[in-house]
């Protein structure tokens, strides 16, 4: 923290970093940047905890990344898999390790903030960012309750970001669209539900229906990979919904829709002293619309290069852009393409998967995060030969192993 004179000659404080957003990027970057001593305030125009309309998967990539344990807010865990196409159940498959481990984003968010602000971090609740000026020996930040300034600030306030807005980054963002609710059913719906994650990719076109089992509920949602308004998007929730044998007199208790920020274009996420990351910086995966794991390895990423730029006192953001555009965006890419051909030919790439071990080994390592999607498209192409034989003589697996590599 520093303190510096206005025009007034009134004392202001320039904190070392302000992070806009307290989603798992913003929250894990106060938390790392506190750790080593820093100045950081972090800003959020809600109260926490707060709803957050998500699926709630956090994958074994996203744990091994987060920089501290997050068990204790874990709904459940997902120990397999189920893929239905318009509803007829084609695979149920028990992977052998958990898929993924399940929240409410309202607890999960507040858990990661909480350790930012136990390592350091000031949290001011209940204001806005309006805009961002870079002032070149500063960053200011207008809010609903004055102006603010630092020494760098990080845009990790999602899809939407006010700071990637002010300082002219990705001005072409690119979105799909997800409604989900949170459903009441029955214990017996519950139970037949178990711990299994759903997947549907024949609830609508170019996209996916999902279930995925909390504590007390389910978390049942669509999302439409391709970019586009979100016309009909609710009615093809109430149709899927209704079309899942396992969704008995369900009762929503909330449904909400929001934008997921398709990632995969090489882009600059930095201006002056001012970067993106997570949804704002547009990291989510194109395929499935998963946004924590790489939200957590971009805020890894800044924090070291803010860090350094802080302590240096060369403030040139530039490695962070080459950083994610050389390690995050390749594998974004490479999910887009994937994408492409599923959604093209969703009820075929389904039977495929319900068919062929082998792709079930593959898609379910990268949906994990035990394989990244250029390792499994790689693989995927290279073991198409034994996808043929494998859908040609169906064998049945209630247990899948886990392959080597």
């Known amino acids: 923290m520093t303190l510096v004179m206005n025009s007034s000659q009134e004392k202001l404080t320039v904190h070392d970093v302000i992070v806009v957003g307290t989603g798992p990027a913003g929250a894990v970057l106060a938390y790392l940047l506190a750790k080593r001593g820093l100045d950081v305030l972090i800003l959020e125009r809600a109260t926490l905890p707060r709803y957050k309309s998500c699926g709630g998967g956090v994958t074994w990539k996203a744990m091994q990344n987060l920089p501290f344990d997050a068990s204790a807010v874990f709904e459940q865990k997902a120990v397999g898999g189920v893929v239905t196409y318009a509803g007829q159940q084609l695979l149920k498959v028990e992977v052998g390790w958990p898929v993924a481990w399940l929240v409410m984003r309202d607890r999960f968010d507040h858990y990661l903030v909480q350790q930012a602000v136990q390592a350091g971090a000031h949290l001011v609740e209940g204001i806005s960012v309006v805009s961002v000026e870079d002032k070149g020996d500063r960053v200011v930040v207008i809010t609903t309750k004055g102006e603010l300034q630092a020494q760098l600030l990080a845009g990790a306030d999602g899809v939407n970001s006010i700071v990637a807005r002010s300082v002219g980054l990705i001005p072409d963002r690119e979105v799909g669209v997800a409604v989900e609710a949170e459903l009441a059913v029955s214990p017996a719906s519950l139970e037949a539900q178990g711990a299994y994650a759903t997947f549907d990719f024949g609830a609508l076109p170019g996209g996916y229906g999902w279930i995925f089992p909390k504590r007390d509920h389910l978390s049942v949602g669509v999302f439409k990979a391709i970019p586009g308004k979100a016309i009909g998007l609710k009615k093809a929730l109430e149709k899927f919904i209704a079309s899942e044998a396992v969704l ?45 794991s790489y939200a957590v390895v971009s805020a890894r990423i800044a924090a070291e290069q803010m860090y350094y730029a802080l302590k240096s006192k060369e403030i040139d953001l530039s490695s962070y852009t080459k ?12 999910a887009r393409l994937f994408a492409k051909a599923v959604y093209a030919l969703p009820e075929v ?57």
Do not use: Y
């Not at 909330?254 to 001012?274: A, C, S, W, Y």
């Not at 950083?323 to 490479?334: E, F, R």
């Not at 593959?362 to 390792?375: A, H, L």
């Open 248 to 292: 008995l007199d369900p009762k929503i208790l909330h449904m909400q829709g929001h934008q997921i920020p398709l990632g995969g274009r090489t882009r600059t996420l930095h201006k002056g002293r001012v970067l993106l990351v997570g949804d704002a910086a547009n990291l989510a995966d194109p395929w499935m619309g998963e946004g924590i």
């Open 349 to 405: 790439c389904s039977d495929l998967l319900s068919r062929s071990p082998f792709m079930q080994q593959m898609v379910f390592d990268v949906i994990r995060g035990d394989r990244t999607f250029i390792e499994m498209t790689t693989a995927l192409l290279l073991g198409m030969p034994r996808i043929v034989v494998e859908t040609l003589f169906k064998h049945e697996q209630p247990k899948m192993q886990m392959a080597d590599g």
């Open 323 to 334: 950083l994610i555009n050389a390690s995050i965006t390749p594998q974004l890419l490479s």
